[in-house]
């Protein structure tokens, strides 16, 4: 007997993953690996998130939470946005989640009915595609590069054809490192809230960037209906942890609440209690944003020699986006030979864009020092 399938599986894998199976295949065959595909910290969570998770097992019933997270962690996030950006939110409009990951379903589910048109950046965060596909949303891609800085603009979305009904805007953006000034974003999401158009601001990346400021979509005037998402897995190095957060505005907070009461009923417990220690370690986070700087300092400068001249502008994140323009016109089997040949994991940038970033890919500098250099001096070597 042939059972049904349902179609919201039918999307495409997060190629960064199968780049990474690809890896460890190579490992366990002994050979070598420098991991410039995935973006997470080098060095894992800092010591007093992994002391305060410690005191917790061995002093907490690690129960469920409330559905929004612990009181005390929300109104430590809402502390977190008068001390960094100076705007106030209040703590009732933080839904902690299980990594941005649920962020993002619980914030999609929440404002946009099947059939609903987002748009989206390409290149792009795959996974933004992907689940607006599985839940039946239309996804509207709209091409960025240098003449937009690699960000999507008010005046790209005047360029759309048909109703949109909501947008995802990335800074630091996710391949390109690309970011929008205070500016951009207040005239972004202004227009956005005169156009009734949703925006979800992606701010994962907050906390790494280089000689820019990242500015927030949370608490803006203009941004009344904003959902802003960030996460503890990047600036606050807590990949494995799962835990990041959504700022709903005040007519999506009880849909966010049902939705997380019933799809997760509460994030970890364990993840939260660490991740409240994780805004007391700033001194030895900002010692890591030095880090990936000089790391990408270094491959700015050696890349070129080794024949990818042509770069986004890493203004934030930890991400190069690298043209290959004359090398190849076959990211995911320039990448591949690359790993064969060189040791060094990349992802093509077909992960991000499914068409034009066939002469693309991201390399991430988020590992050590040690392995940035070897890759570079292994890529001067590689034709």
Request: proline share 6%; hydrophobic share 45%; net charge negative.
């Amino acid at each position: 007997m042939a059972f049904r399938k349902s179609s919201r599986g039918n999307v495409p894998p997060f190629i960064v993953m199968d780049v990474m199976r690809a890896a460890a295949r190579r490992e366990a065959a002994g050979g070598d690996v420098l991991h410039l595909e995935v973006g997470q910290p080098a060095g894992g969570a800092p010591a007093a998130v992994r002391a305060a998770a410690a005191r917790a097992l061995e002093s907490d019933p690690l129960g469920y939470t409330l559905a929004a997270g612990r009181d005390s962690l929300r109104r430590r996030i809402a502390a977190h946005y008068h001390e960094t950006y100076g705007v106030t939110v209040a703590p009732e409009r933080i839904c902690v989640t299980t990594g941005s990951s649920a962020g993002f379903l619980l914030a999609f589910l929440a404002a946009f009915d099947v059939g609903d048109r987002v748009a989206v950046a390409a290149p792009g965060y795959p996974a933004y595609r992907n689940i607006l596909t599985a839940l039946g949303l239309e996804v509207v891609e709209i091409p960025v590069g240098p003449a937009s800085r690699w960000q999507i603009t008010a005046e790209l979305l005047r360029g759309v054809e048909g109703k949109l009904d909501g947008v995802v805007v990335a800074s630091p953006a996710n391949p390109t490192g690309s970011m929008l000034s205070a500016h951009e974003v207040a005239e972004l999401a202004e227009w956005c809230e005169l156009a009734g158009i949703r925006l979800i601001s992606d701010e994962i990346y907050h906390g790494i960037a280089y000689g820019r400021a990242a500015a927030t979509a949370a608490g803006l005037p203009g941004a009344g209906h904003a959902i802003v998402v960030n996460s503890f897995s990047k600036y606050y190095a807590m990949t494995g942890w799962r835990v990041g957060w959504l700022v709903v505005p005040p007519d999506l907070d009880r849909a966010v609440e049902c939705l997380q009461q019933n799809l997760f009923i509460s994030p970890p417990t364990l993840a939260q209690i660490a991740a409240e220690a994780a805004f007391g370690c700033r001194d030895e986070l900002d010692a890591r944003i030095a880090t990936y700087r000089a790391n990408r300092d270094l491959l700015l400068d050696a890349l070129p020699g080794a024949g990818f001249a042509d770069i986004a502008p890493a203004d934030g994140a930890f991400y190069l986006y690298v043209d290959l323009a004359g090398r190849s016109d076959d990211s995911a089997a320039f990448c591949a030979r690359m790993l064969a040949e060189t040791g060094i994991a990349t992802t093509p940038g077909t992960d991000f864009d499914p068409l034009a970033g066939r002469r693309f890919l991201r390399i991430s500098y988020a590992g050590s020092p040690a392995d940035i250099a070897e890759a570079a001096r292994r890529l001067k070597t590689w034709r």
